[in-house]
């Protein structure tokens, strides 16, 4: 899995160094592919990260096997 970051992931990411690529490819991994509600072409991921225990939500979208973090952010 090829991983690629927006323009607007890469600015949030300094405010949110936990957030790692290894836990946005968990998180996509090992959970269900749901629909965006804004993004006609974006993907929502939704997993529970094992160290930590928390919720990590990630909007992504694919284009063939690249996939682009369009941003991720914890839920609690």
Known sequence: MHLSHSFHWTKKKQKRPDITDDCIEYCIQHSKRM?????????NALARIPPSGRMLKVVYKTKG???KILTAYWLD
């Open 35 to 43: 629909r965006d509600k804004y993004g006609f072409d974006a993907w």
């Open 65 to 67: 096997k690249t996939i």
